[in-house]
C-alpha cells in the first residue's frame, strides 16, 4: 500500500524558512514525478511545485517562483520543498503528491486521481 508522508511543517514568523519532506513507502517513485500543494482556509486546492521523474524538470506556482525550491532523494524515496522569505499568504496545509504513472512531470495534470496524496502538513505564517 502507496503512503507518502509530509512533515517538516510548523509556525513560521513572516521572512523565515521551513523545509517540508514527503516520504514515500509502498513502492519506488523514482522514475514518476512528484510535487507539492497546498490549500488554505476556503479556497481551492492550489499547485506549488513539481518535479520531474528526470529531476532536470521542475515548476513552480507563480507565488512561489524565487522563493521555494523542490528537490527529491530518489534513493531515499523522498521529495522535499524548501520554503524562504515565508509570507502570511502561504499559510496552508501542504500536500506532497507522487504520479501513479511513471515518467511524467509531477504536476498531477490529469486530475486527481492520477496521484497518490499524503495526508498534508500545516504551515502558518505568522505577520
Known amino acids: 500500500q502507496v503512503q507518502l508522508v509530509e512533515s517538516g511543517g510548523g509556525l513560521v514568523q513572516t521572512g523565515g524558512s521551513l523545509r517540508l519532506s514527503c516520504a514515500a513507502s509502498?513502492?519506488?517513485?523514482?522514475?514518476?514525478?512528484m510535487g507539492w500543494f497546498r490549500q488554505a482556509p476556503g479556497k481551492e486546492r492550489e499547485f506549488v511545485a513539481a518535479?520531474?521523474?528526470?529531476?532536470?524538470?521542475?515548476n513552480y506556482g507563480d507565488s512561489v517562483k524565487g522563493r521555494f525550491t523542490i528537490s527529491r532523494d530518489i534513493a531515499e524515496n523522498t521529495v522535499y520543498l524548501q520554503m524562504n522569505s515565508l509570507k502570511p499568504e502561504d499559510t496552508a496545509i501542504y500536500y506532497c503528491?507522487?504520479?501513479?504513472?511513471?515518467?511524467?512531470?509531477?504536476?498531477?495534470?490529469?486530475?486527481?486521481?492520477?496521484?497518490?496524496w499524503g495526508r498534508g502538513t500545516q504551515v502558518t505564517v505568522s505577520s
Open positions: 503528491a507522487a504520479e501513479r504513472e511513471p515518467l511524467g512531470m509531477g504536476t498531477c495534470a490529469s486530475g486527481v486521481n492520477s496521484c497518490f
Open positions: 509502498g513502492q519506488s517513485f523514482g522514475t514518476h514525478g
Open positions: 518535479i520531474g521523474w528526470s529531476r532536470s524538470y521542475t
